[in-house]
């Protein structure tokens, strides 16, 4: 991987409401906020596949508090944990506010929020299985009814910190750009210019885990530098708008000026060593 240059850091108080739809508007999986249930993808042990769509059904779950969220190992080809809290590579960190245990095919577990909040979640057994449940207060609906807008109104629901880190790499003639957030399942869209002309430009991107990388086809220069915008759209499920949380139109900017990759470097030390070689190789000694 190419040497790591350019770090940018944003770190933001949003204020925001929480906005939920109604009941006969919303997805099923996220109807009714009382009881929920989430299930685990046929053979999510087997394969990583599921990675992409989401491992457990619905990955992204939200329940009122005091209500019941029953976890069931719907896998009828394996055993599988739901265990609070993340995971960074393949090492997990568990939280302590809820473990199933192991559950064989068809066991459930049912597990009753006490407070408003966010709980990523994660299966012990299969550590790229993630999935997260969103706690809101029971009024939040009530309150805020059918006001999904830009404007969210002068009640504020909750204060988050929302902070994206932005690197880049040289890597096979382009640029490669990590995100790394501070939150699972942010939307957003990242949009990258140089000259003054755009180089490349996605809008509604996900990202399920804390880390999402895009190959951009332009290098950047001290003269010349890519220009990167990564602007938050909400915290959520894909699709299901009127349900996510989180800060809204928070804008991470960073200058990006990839220097030579570490491959880069070691062929140009050994292309150095071969120079000297060939020259002691070369001296001329006068006889006398």
């Known amino acids: 991987m190419g040497l790591m240059k350019t770090k940018a850091i944003s770190s933001i108080f949003v204020l925001f409401a929480i906005a939920a739809g109604m009941a006969s508007m919303a997805p099923a999986a996220f109807a009714d906020h009382a009881e929920v249930s989430i299930g685990a993808v046929e053979e999510s042990g087997f394969s990583q596949s599921c990675v992409e769509t989401g491992c457990y059904t619905p990955s992204v779950a939200t329940v009122d508090v005091g209500g019941v969220v029953t976890m069931t ?3 009828p080809t394996g055993v599988h944990t739901f265990t609070s809290g993340t995971v ?13 245990g192991v559950l064989m095919s068809g066991d459930s577990f049912e597990w009753s929020p006490t407070e408003a909040g966010t709980v990523p979640y994660y299966c012990m057994l299969h550590t790229w299985m993630i999935g997260e449940i969103i706690v809101q207060e029971v009024a939040a609906e009530e309150e805020h009814g059918d006001d999904h807008g830009d404007d969210h109104g002068d009640e504020v629901a909750e204060d988050v910190e929302l902070m994206v880190m932005i690197s880049d790499s040289q890597v096979m003639g382009g640029t490669q750009i990590e995100l790394e957030f501070n939150v699972l399942h942010l939307n957003y869209d990242l949009t990258a210019t140089q000259n003054g002309e755009v180089v490349f430009e996605e809008k509604g991107l996900h990202s399920m885990e804390l880390i999402a990388t895009h190959q951009i086809d332009a290098l950047g220069s001290d003269e010349n530098p890519i220009d990167v915008e990564v602007v938050s759209l909400g915290i959520g499920a894909p699709g299901d708008e009127d349900s996510w949380t989180g800060p809204v139109g928070q804008v991470t900017t ?3 000026v990839p220097e030579f990759g570490t491959i880069a470097m070691m062929i140009l030390a050994v292309a150095i060593i071969s120079i000297v070689a060939v020259t002691a190789k070369s001296r001329v000694v006068p006889r006398f």
């Open 254 to 256: 960073a200058k990006v």
């Open 88 to 100: 960074d590579g393949f090492a997990p960190s568990p939280d302590g506010t809820f473990d199933t």
């Open 73 to 75: 190992n719907t896998d």
